[in-house]
């Protein structure tokens, strides 16, 4: 595994490469380093500002190019945000190297996780959530609640069909959107399971024993009833949505 002093010495030498780079004209990190919140295992992520008379995929293939011959790096994937490329790379010791480029004109902060190395931003519109920004939270609420009931149905109709692999697969999904619908209940990030740890003992203790421990139809439908009456300990909202469904709920865990 890479070490601090590995991880420092290759994000030093990135950041300086850009800096002598003349298409790039504005540079922060994001992520952990951004809110000091760097450990022992985070990775390295950088976004550039990217001046408009240059090709943004022209700099991302060259840079690409740089890390790889540079660091041995393995690109992973990429991901695109409107005119904003993600672009991830895997380097020796398992160091993760996460770098953006966005045209200058829209390069700034959507969240707190950003700090400015050098350069100026756009100042975009600030969210504190991103689901919040397009629904309230009551509508967000039922949303989520909704696709847990569709989800948990399914792990049973799978199950009844004996395809435990799909059933198992729907109880994690189901699993997953329950804790994420109690993050955004209590205020915490909801993201990639960020905020699973930090829910208070109540909730994690309702769900505790909702991982299955074999593929069996009798395992299955057992994780079924624990993940259903674990429901109304994320929020009274969602313990008022279950009563209201509770009929059905009762039939998919019978």
Known sequence: MFTIQSRDEVREK???????????????VIGSYAQDTVDRWS?????FGVDEAFSTSSLINSWTDYVLKEFSGIVLFDVQVGNTTYRVIILPGCLQVDLSFSPVSEFGAIGPHFKLLYGGQYEKPQHSKQYENLQT????????????????????FSAERNKLWQA????????????????????????????????????????????????????????????ITGFPNISDEVKELSVNLNHILNEISS
């Open 137 to 156: 939270k009551q509508q967000l609420t039922q949303e989520m609640f909704g696709y847990m009931v569709h989800h948990i149905l399914r792990a049973r």
């Open 168 to 227: 198992e697969f729907w109880i994690s999904e189901t699993r997953n959107y329950a804790l994420k619908l109690a993050c955004i209940s209590w205020g915490l990030n909801s993201d990639y399971g960020r905020g699973f740890d930090d829910l208070p003992n109540n909730i994690l203790s309702a769900f505790k024993n909702s991982y299955v421990k074999e593929l069996s139809k009798e395992e299955i439908l057992r994780v079924i009833k624990v993940l």
């Open 43 to 47: 990775d390295i992520d950088l976004t």
């Open 14 to 28: 990135i950041i300086s490469k850009a800096k002598t780079d003349r298409r790039i004209v504005s540079a922060a």
